[in-house]
């Protein structure tokens, strides 16, 4: 299933933010960026999702097509926001 942003906040298509969701009745979480280059999907996603379990359900970290994560991290750091 290719995941969409419906419960998100509807965004422009130039917004680079990122959506959580479950889907439906199935207990594992989704993160994942909106507008992105390429669709993601719940299985199987080409963007390789890191999967930690802070429950006792799986939540999927999608990687963002774009790069926005390593922009996130460059601005975060010159904020001083990191954690290292």
């Given at each position: 299933?290719?995941?969409?942003?419906?419960?998100?906040?509807?965004e422009p298509p130039e917004?680079?933010r990122w959506c959580a969701?479950?889907?439906?009745?199935?207990?594992?979480?989704?993160?994942?960026?909106?507008?992105?280059?390429?669709?993601?999907?719940?299985?199987?996603?080409?963007?390789?999702?890191?999967?930690?379990?802070?429950?006792?359900?799986?939540?999927?970290?999608?990687?963002?097509?774009?790069?926005?994560?390593?922009?996130e991290q460059v601005e975060?750091?010159?904020?001083?926001?990191?954690?290292?």
């Open positions: 299933m290719i995941l969409t942003p419906d419960p998100c906040d509807p917004s680079r969701l479950h889907l439906g009745e199935v207990p594992e979480g989704h993160v994942f960026p909106l507008n992105d280059l390429a669709e993601h999907t719940d299985e199987d996603c080409e963007c390789s999702p890191d999967a930690t379990w802070p429950s006792d359900h799986p939540l999927y970290i999608h990687h963002a097509f774009d790069g926005r994560e390593i922009i975060a750091g010159a904020l001083g926001l990191d954690s290292e």
